[in-house]
């Protein structure tokens, strides 16, 4: 079965553009959830999807956004970037809810750089 | 909410020495624990967790870890590692209303020869 896949593995942005980070789940998973990481502030989480619906949302301005498609793919969307969004981003899928105890299954991650 | 303190930031040890890499967590409900491990410029990957049960838990790659409620701990062990052990281990907590994980801040286990 395939794991959690991202693209783009790697990209570099100026401050003030946009971005779009991709995710596919494992098969037949419908929970997507995408997690910041860095340095300073560890992982951290950004926000959750089901079944096309935002479930869960974390600490972070309305620049963050995400989404998710009928096939549970799921997009998140960075607005107006600035030096200090420069992270890993982690997508993660799941069979049922977190809090329930089902494992989340993480991707490699996308290494967004704005300079 | 759910907090969990990984106690020590950096662990080096040489290659087939024991070690240990210490998580507590903090919840006033019951929780689900888990270790994720995380090699250089990759994800994450799910070590072991513990659900419910037996309070010692065995992963992958020789991992265990131990739940331990009276003391709110959750301890990886490995009786001997190897250089390919060298990573970043994460602890991380669920359960209750919490409808994320919350991780520690990371433990880097250098394996030196």
């Known amino acids: 079965k395939a794991g959690v896949t991202q693209t783009p593995r790697y990209l570099i942005k100026t401050r003030g553009q946009q971005v779009t980070l991709s995710c596919s789940p494992i098969?037949?998973?419908?929970?997507v959830s995408w997690y910041q990481q860095t340095p300073g502030q560890g992982l951290q989480f950004l926000f959750e999807y089901f079944s096309e619906t935002q479930r869960n949302k974390g600490n972070f301005p309305g620049r963050f956004s995400g989404r998710q498609f009928s096939n549970s793919r799921s997009e998140m969307n960075v607005s107006t970037l600035e030096l200090g969004d420069s992270a890993l981003y982690l997508c993660?899928?799941?069979?049922?809810?977190?809090?329930?105890?089902?494992?989340?299954?993480f991707g490699e991650g996308s290494w967004l750089t704005v300079v | 909410a759910q907090s969990v303190t990984q106690l020590d930031s950096q662990v080096p040890v040489f290659e087939e020495a024991p070690v240990e890499l210490r998580c507590n967590y903090s919840?006033?409900?019951?929780?689900?624990l888990f270790w994720y491990v995380q090699y250089p410029n990759q994800g994450l990957q799910l070590l072991l967790k513990y659900l419910s049960g037996s309070t010692l838990v065995k992963g992958i790659n020789g991992f265990e870890a131990e739940f331990n409620k009276s003391q709110t701990s959750f301890h990886l062990r490995k009786p001997s590692v190897h250089i390919s052990d060298t990573a970043e281990y994460f602890c991380?907590?669920?359960?209750?209303?919490?409808?994320?994980?919350?991780f520690g801040k990371g433990t880097l286990l250098t394996v030196n020869p």
């Open positions: 991380a907590v669920s359960g209750g209303s919490n409808y994320k994980l919350t």
């Open positions: 993660a899928s799941s069979s049922g809810t977190v809090s329930s105890g089902n494992t989340i299954y």
């Open positions: 098969s037949g998973h419908r929970s």
């Open positions: 919840s006033s409900v019951s929780v689900y």
